[in-house]
């Protein structure tokens, strides 16, 4: 046959192979093998003319085995290259493995003048000027992924109130939606006796606080929601570390009969009638950057008693303030990104006045069942600090407390991880039956205040002829609480036996309830550490009880070694919480332990339902129970307006009255007093957040340095009140021992208030400013 151009050559298969070069896939090969033919004319010479030909079977093949071996190639470069991207890949899932962490801190102190302080009930407590700032700090966990996270805060002031954690919460929902909510944001109290009331909503508080005083409250909505906003704003891949060690040297037990009152086989499980133990919470990021310390240790900040008028965050600000000027260091208190937060504990019968009590008027010991003098009753005993006076033992006290935390952060190395969970309800507290054992049941009752209740304790003594541990009512009281309030019901007296009730505030609602109802039960856990939102303050008996029984109902559900940790003050103040036993003694704790003798045992059974349903992941079917009110009390306050200031003759806002000296050692006192005005003025219209500075002058720059302000423990800022809006205000430095030889002075910061007719008041800022002196050394 004579072969013309063009014709491909004729290729004869083995007999075996005919059916294969007619087959589909024969087919399929040849089509691709056509469809490449492009990739030869580009790249192999001569292979153009080919491609308008029909391929033999053998070239279809070649060409085929070609396209694999060059597919194949391809792979294994994308392989070679695949170990580096999988190992940064793993790296990042390492980093992953991590929490999201942010912490922030915001002041939130209000009127530091004319408003009660919060936490002894004693009306003549009016504040009068100021020793430190109170501050909210708080801390965001969140898991690796976001789905979950958790707020805590711990702010200084007396307790949380429901009207305060209801404002906040419902700022937080405006700001962030579904973020940050009812379930996973607990709000803790320090428990400073030394902040500015008026923040709640029942009837007893209002009472002791003047009513509802909207600066008040709103300076610690705003505060606590801004040390939310810079923790959620900064929030940073990061791990946490917990350590735990022993505090001497700086409580007792205020009520130790009615800590014998438990069980002998219990007592003597633990080595001391109080709790010891400090647990610290240590925060950095993933490259060792400091971010924090949240600690939790139970003590009564109560070193400065009823007779202080300057606010102050007390022996653990004082801890705070030592921690976070180490860390932030060369920068003024309240500032920098590193803090420092000393929260509560079960601390309701805890005293850090470790002198222990004494009668004031002879120096002989009253620790007693009743805490009684023989010269002048109850009211003459008192315990002491173990300074010199009550200021230098709220530092004592904060410095073994700053001390501990240190060494603990110093050598903290086990590390908190794991999920994230969070619970919460609303519980009718005066409605809970109690499962005591197989055979028995209790009730808690409606809220009210035994006769000891008025007594107060050895740190804070109370009013009148009350004494604690009294077991019976008086007839003259009886009269006055029946014709005022009306007698309680026969149902409210047989329930709180042994108690004598002295209010029965469970069944008063004029003007509004009088006593909280309805109160928060929260937990949460960050890996194997448990935080207890207690909405009271725990005896130590109590604490252990109800550290116990959560523990014991994670583990009976397979979640071993969980470290419980109670955060005292939280959510909604309902007073003290003793056991069983000690209730029957009625000293103060028990007469304000409000909802009865079961109110622990019904407290244990709520949280050890929270823990439950963490441990088996139905935290999703817990009810949310019956949500508390919102309580319109806004135009009641007993706080008297602010008169406009006047000036002297001659004189103006800010001009010295006193002059420094000119010259003062390290250990002296310098101070000024100037032509002043109501520092309530300033409570919302200052943006510098100081009454006062002390300023060095600096050779080089010829420029006064701002050394000191009103957060710092060297100064005091008091105002005095005169007559027709007339006032004065002193400022005193102490000069520490860190002060530096030079030149200084010191300056005044306020606001003073216009009243023109038939207008709205006008505020203006002023300063006042003392001459220059002279700092030596000793």
């Not at 949380?160 to 962030?176: A, F, G, H, P, T």
């Not at 007339?726 to 000069?735: D, G, L, T």
Request: with cysteine; net charge neutral; glycine share 8%.
């Amino acid at each position: 046959m004579n072969k013309k151009k063009g014709d491909t050559k004729a290729v004869h298969f083995p007999k075996g192979l005919l059916s294969f070069q007619n087959s589909e896939i024969f087919n399929t090969l040849y089509t691709v093998s056509c469809c490449c033919c492009c990739f030869f004319v580009v790249f192999v010479p001569g292979m153009g003319e080919k491609c308008k030909s029909r391929f033999s079977y053998l070239e279809v093949v070649l060409i085929v085995l070609f396209m694999l071996m060059t597919i194949i190639a391809l792979i294994l470069l994308v392989l070679l290259f695949a170990p580096k991207k999988t190992k940064t890949t793993d790296k990042k899932a390492a980093v992953s493995k991590n929490y999201r962490i942010g912490v922030g801190r915001a002041d939130c102190t209000g009127p530091v003048a004319e408003v009660p302080l919060m936490g002894y009930a004693n009306p003549d407590q009016l504040a009068g000027g100021i020793l430190s700032r109170l501050y909210s700090r708080a801390f965001i966990v969140a898991q690796p992924n976001d789905s979950k996270r958790v707020v805590f805060v711990s702010a200084d002031i007396g307790m949380v109130s429901q009207r305060l954690r209801l404002e906040v919460i419902k700022q937080l929902k405006s700001k962030y939606g579904e973020l940050y909510r009812q379930d996973n944001v607990i709000l803790s109290g320090t428990h400073t006796h030394s902040g500015p009331g008026g923040y709640f909503q029942y009837t007893l508080f209002l009472l002791t606080s003047k009513g509802l005083i909207k600066p008040s409250l709103n300076a610690l909505v705003n505060g606590i929601v801004k040390s939310i906003d810079i923790a959620h704003e900064n929030m940073k891949e990061g791990r946490l570390f917990i350590n735990k060690g022993l505090v001497e040297n700086s409580q007792i037990n205020r009520s130790p009969y009615s800590y014998l009152q438990n069980p002998e086989s219990e007592r003597n499980r633990y080595s001391s009638n109080t709790d010891k133990e400090m647990v610290v919470l240590k925060m950095v990021d993933v490259n060792g950057q400091e971010l924090g310390l949240f600690s939790w240790f139970a003590i009564h900040p109560v070193n400065m008693n009823n007779t202080n008028l300057l606010v102050n965050s007390d022996n653990v600000g004082y801890a705070s303030y030592l921690f976070e000027q180490e860390k932030n260091k060369g920068l003024l208190p309240g500032e920098g990104s590193f803090v420092a937060a000393f929260a509560s504990s079960n601390l309701g019968d805890v005293s850090p006045n470790i002198k222990g009590p004494h009668c004031i008027n002879t120096g002989e010991s009253c620790d007693n069942p009743h805490s009684y003098c023989p010269v002048g009753g109850a009211k003459m005993c008192m315990a002491a600090g173990p300074g010199s006076d009550m200021i230098n033992s709220s530092k004592i006290i904060g410095q073994n407390l700053y001390l501990k935390a240190k060494e603990l952060y110093t050598s903290a190395s086990q590390e908190v991880t794991g999920p994230l969970h969070s619970a919460h309800q609303w519980v009718n507290m005066s409605d809970v039956t109690v499962q005591l054992n197989a055979t028995h049941t209790g009730k808690t009752c409606k809220p009210a205040l035994g006769y000891s209740f008025a007594a107060g304790t050895i740190d804070g003594v109370g009013f009148c002829n009350f004494t604690q541990g009294s077991l019976e009512g008086q007839p003259f009281w009886e009269t006055i609480r029946n014709q005022l309030l009306g007698e309680p019901s026969n149902e409210t007296k047989e329930c709180h036996k042994p108690k004598p009730i002295l209010l029965n505030t469970g069944e008063i609602s004029l003007p509004y309830p009088w006593h909280p109802e309805i109160v928060d039960v929260q937990l949460f856990t960050i890996g194997s550490l448990t935080i207890v939102a207690f909405p009271g303050e725990l005896t130590t008996m109590s604490g252990r009880r109800l550290r116990e029984a959560i523990k014991s109902e994670f583990e009976s559900h397979g979640t071993q070694g969980m470290n419980v940790v109670i955060a005292g003050l939280c959510n909604v103040y309902t007073h003290y919480v003793t056991t069983y036993e000690e209730y029957q003694a009625q000293r103060y704790e028990a007469a304000s332990t409000i909802y009865g003798p079961h109110t622990l045992s019904a407290y244990i059974q709520l949280f050890r339902g929270l823990a439950k349903a963490i441990a088996t992941n139905t935290v999703q079917d817990l009810p949310n129970g019956p949500e508390p009110p919102f309580i319109n009390v806004t135009n009641m306050t007993l706080l008297p307006s602010v008169l406009a200031d006047v000036a002297p003759v001659s004189k103006t806002f800010g001009d010295v009255l006193q002059e420094v000296q000119p010259q003062y050692r390290v250990g002296e006192v310098a101070e000024a007093t100037f032509v002043g005005a109501n520092p309530r003025n300033s409570a919302e219209n200052t943006t510098l957040k100081t009454f006062l500075t002390v300023e060095k002058y600096e050779n080089v720059s010829g420029n006064w340095h701002v050394m000191y302000n009103d957060a710092s423990w060297d100064t005091k800022f008091y105002w005095t009140k005169g007559f027709l809006g007339r006032s004065q205000a002193r400022v005193e430095w102490h000069i520490p021992s860190s002060a530096e030889p030079g030149l200084y002075r010191i300056q005044y910061f306020g606001h003073y208030k216009v009243q023109p007719i038939l207008k709205p008041a006008q505020f203006y800022a002023f300063n006042g400013t003392s001459s220059a002196f002279e700092v030596v050394k000793l």
